[in-house]
């Protein structure tokens, strides 16, 4: 199986940083797609970025130009580097992995605020 810990979050200012970092342990080489998802109160989880294996991405139009994911396969670490941030950034971040058979693995979350 595989497990996911996640790292980072916190307060920010609108207009700041912040990077989040998610490491995985287990059947690592099971691993296809990892990224980051996000739910902000009262809303649906979304999809905030995601790389697979082969390096292809895939982000939210929301956060398009503003976040960066860098995934390090070697170490099995996903991280994601957001800049400008807004205050609809406001969420918890749940890092997630996808294994080649399908399983989907869920980290616990972290919470992200953006306020000044």
């Known amino acids: 199986q595989v497990q996911l810990v996640e790292s980072g979050g916190g307060l920010a200012q609108p207009g700041g940083s912040m990077r989040l970092s998610c490491a995985a342990s287990?059947?690592?080489?099971?691993?296809?797609?990892m990224g980051w998802y996000r739910q902000a109160p009262g809303k649906q989880r979304e999809l905030v970025a995601v790389k697979t294996r082969g390096g292809s991405t895939n982000y939210s139009d929301s956060v398009k130009g503003r976040f960066t994911i860098f995934r390090n396969i070697g170490v099995n670490t996903v991280d994601l580097q957001m800049n400008s941030l807004k205050p609809e950034d406001t969420a918890v971040y749940y890092c997630k992995a996808e294994t080649y058979l399908g399983l989907h693995i869920w980290g616990k979350g972290t919470p992200v605020t953006v306020s000044s």
């Open positions: 287990g059947r690592i080489s099971s691993i296809n797609v």
